[in-house]
């Protein structure tokens, strides 16, 4: 293999390959986004299965389930082409507003690294990389690109550490390196990180793959452990790192240290030797993939409040319901950035309520309020093709002869183009013209509002009457939030009269993110608040769903504040004054502020639930599922209370992380601090379960003091049902948490059934990071167990390791680990 193919080997052929040696019998390897779905090279075309978000899967508490949702991955990135899928992304909630809190887990580490592994596990079953991002601290979208995130070592080590190196134990075959500095130094070439500690200390034999232009070197960045540049075409490997080999400012044994990292990652997905291009892996069929996302989804849901029973909503003792809200007949299923993809189908709610609940209960509908601050894309079911296929119709054109033939033609979901890199293959993007034709049936009659905005110039035309055009040039990071500096213009509806919308978008030439969205607000009559409180009024019970919109929740930028946008908070207020039996239901991926919380009768959080949104609601709202979700992240009154508000989010270049373990669940609060509006692991049930006392036993596995916690639980009341036992420990040292979970598991029960959930602990989970290094445990923890960081209902105690136990007497472990 000559030097110049070796430097191939380390950057990326285009977006989303490294293009392989076939002369040699090395195939290609092919990456995808994720984690939500295996979206492949388009953003546009193709369709995925669209999954509950990360945030939802760790409300399960569950990690078999999770592993199911990575093996169904898994399968669809074979059946795709895809060798890496780039997930799943374990960042914490360090703070409610952050943009991308949807695509992570939780505030914890450690139910983030239980959740990731189990993901890890099922995707990498298939023979299929996963890429765990983002490597690290990369926590909100401010300044992500060159922001620094200052962390003392103990905090970095013990928290935003901890669920990557349980993934890289794991064996994870790839990890992302982020966009941010860690201390100063870019991650993707910061040594202590990525040579130090993850190919040393942890002993790992992974590809370190750069996100995406997030490479800065080309000597820095290879000595300290990056093997992959992307994209492509390379900006530092190539014939730059062909250069810097020849003239001894990197040496060829550092290169080929990266060369055999990826040579085995090759082999382990695609198969050195067997193909230039790996087969197509079979796929699960669409109809269990469906049940996968709509179990999935169900048990992610969390009850956060039930007053007097009011859900489930059973017939005949029900016979009206009023479904309200600006989303509440389609309802928001997925983030937005890199995690979307474009499902075969969604399902809407109100046609799925209307199914489950049967022909005994009458439901209205009325939206209420709209949310004209955030407008949606133009998409599926409210426009097709003029060929009749659901969404838009979009074509790629020449500048220079814009009547010609179309070089190619494909059919998108909605009205929100975005590429990464060339538009049109071959031809810069200012030499193409991009046509998108499609029909609305407008489902309301009234003035709706139609948006434009892309990074370039879009011009619209509605029944073939230029209506508006408008030039931007927004790049980066703020390609992804255009609808702030978007035309609007209002638009004329009437049920049963399609309407033609023709758009003409010229992207600007630069080739990095490329986005054009023609967004759409619906009509918004003057009484629409009066008619969904006469609907709640009339009705025996109200079901509001308070959603975060389309994009709201993005890469890219951070919320801006914890209020639900538009007039939502007063929809449900109004709504709640005259129906004491009123039910939110939030889909949102974050937490948002509740003034109205103790106005209502019930909430559940459905999260972003993927395509299966109105069928897995119906199944909790109905009782066919019974709700076992909890909390993974603090839910607070509003942004004001969150322990890191005042650090946050930075400024200057730097954000500091000065509140140390002191967010979430783990905040020491002092004097009159306020109290979390629902805790860290909160969640209600149809059912009543007991918790009996503990039992502590030790055990020794692999060299290693376990401590075997186990927890009789019995059903009290209700249908059969699924309890969640979690085990809090306090670390015992003045600087550290009041408490941390380090160890949770579940149970399903038949009513009046008792059984045993025994929750293994190792005491290396325990370990605490001093000046010296890891330190174990030496003296008796105190511990408790609950249902609930809040809700703590029987204390324990860890005995040190020397101490006697049933008989039986452990030998001391060192007291240090290297």
Known sequence: MSLTEKASLLSGADIWRLAGLPRLGIPELVMSDGPAGVRGGSFLSGRSVSFPCETA????????????????????????????????????HRHPLAGRNFECFSEDPHLSARMAVAYIRGVQSNRVACCLKHFVCNDSEFMRHTISSEVDETTLREMYLLPFEEGAKAGVWSIMASYNRLNGTHTSEHPWLLDRVLRGEWAWDGVVVSDWFATHSTVEALDAGLDVEMPGPSRFRGAELVVAVDEGAVSEATLDRSVARVLKLIDRTAGIGQATTSPVGERHNPESLRVLVRKAAARC??????????????????????????????????????AQVNPPQVSAILPALSEALGSEVQISFERGCVTSDWPQPLCSPLITTPSGEPGAQVSYHLVGDPTSAALSVETARQMQLVFIGDVVEGHGNDEVLIRTTADIHPAESGTGLISLAGTG???????????????????????FDLGGNAVRLPLELSVGV???????????????LTRMEICFTPPDPSDGLERA??????????????????????????????????????????????????????????????????????VLVMWLPGQEAGSSLADVLSGAVNPSGRLPTTFYAGEQDVPSAAHYPGSDGKVSYGERFNFGYRHKPAGEAPKPLFAFGHGLSYSRFELGPPKVDMTDEAGDTVYQVTVPVSHVSGPAGRQVVQVYISPGRPDGPAIALQGFGSVDLEPGETRPVCVAIPRMRLRTWTEAGWELPTLPLRGWVGTSAADLLHELELPAPDVETDGRSMSPRKDRVR
């Open 57 to 92: 899967l760790a409300a399960s508490w569950d990690p078999d389930l999770v592993a199911s949702v990575g093996d169904a991955l898994g399968r669809e990135a074979r059946s795709k082409g895809v060798h890496v899928l780039l997930a799943p992304t374990v960042n914490l």
């Open 301 to 338: 849901m969390v009850l956060l409040k039930n007053e007097r029973g009011v859900l489930p909503i059973r017939p005949p003792e029900i016979k009206t319901v009023a479904l309200i809200g600006p989303g509440a007949d389609l309802g928001t299923f997925q983030g937005g950035g890199s």
């Open 457 to 479: 110039t879009v011009r619209l035309h509605m029944d073939q009457e230029f209506l508006a055009e408008g030039t931007w040039q927004a790049q980066g990071s703020l390609a």
């Open 498 to 512: 399609p309407r033609r919308i023709e758009v003409e978008f010229r992207p600007s030439a630069a080739k990095g």
């Open 533 to 602: 409180v006469a609907s709640a009024r009339s009705a025996d019970v109200a079901v509001v769903v308070a959603e975060s919109p389309q994009g709201w929740e993005s890469e890219g930028r951070d919320r801006t504040t914890m209020t639900l946008p538009g007039a939502q908070d007063q929809l449900i207020a109004s709504v709640a004054a005259v129906n004491r039996n009123t039910v939110v239901v939030i889909n949102a991926g974050a937490p948002i502020a509740m003034p109205w919380v103790d106005e209502v009768a019930a």
